[in-house]
């Protein structure tokens, strides 16, 4: 599943895709803990929400 976050630097909306936790999960989701903003390289923290 993919979710959305702003870039710290730029304010770009970025996708950053999910995976799930188990087999059946549909309401878990394993994020990565950092990930490049498309628009301008800044390296963003996935929050904790």
């Known amino acids: 599943m993919d979710f959305e976050y702003d ?3 730029c304010e770009a909306t970025n996708s950053v895709y999910g995976e799930p936790l ?6 878990s989701y394993r994020l990565p803990y950092d990930w490049t ?3 301008c390289g ?6 904790d929400d």
Request: proline content about 6%.
């Open 22 to 27: 188990g087999f059946f999960s549909v309401h």
């Open 7 to 9: 870039c710290w630097d």
């Open 42 to 47: 800044a390296v963003n923290i996935t929050p």
């Open 37 to 39: 903003c498309f628009n």
